[in-house]
């Protein structure tokens, strides 16, 4: 899946730069959720009017969502989108979930 992100380029890398559990790599054929962002990664050669050919603008972040709890993706998300709304980003993910129960459940 892929996602723009409002406020161009800058604001995706910091929703990128926020995300904790899921990775942030270029390598998207894993188990775990990886992001990537196209533009600055495996697209990057193709130069600017290249990447905008093939619609692929500096805002695109590409998600492999993986075997993790959907409940840790979720979270992981929104507290990295929360940074578009000037909020700032603690980290909150000291383990990371392979499948099966949240890391949220197995602290209740």
């Known amino acids: 899946m892929s996602f723009r992100v409002k406020g161009g380029s800058q604001a995706a890398r910091d929703v990128f730069d926020g995300l904790q559990r899921i990775w942030r790599a270029t390598d ?10 196209p533009a600055i ?18 805002n695109l972040i590409r998600l492999n969502v993986g075997a993790e709890h959907p409940d840790d993706i979720i979270a992981d998300l929104e507290q990295a989108l929360a940074v578009l709304d000037g909020k700032k980003i603690e980290n909150t993910a000291p383990e990371y979930s392979a499948g099966g129960a949240s890391s949220a459940s197995l602290r209740r």
């Open 41 to 58: 990664s495996t697209h990057q050669q193709q130069g600017e009017e290249g990447r905008k050919l093939a619609d692929i603008p500096g």
């Open 28 to 37: 998207l054929g894993r188990i775990k959720s990886v992001a990537t962002i």
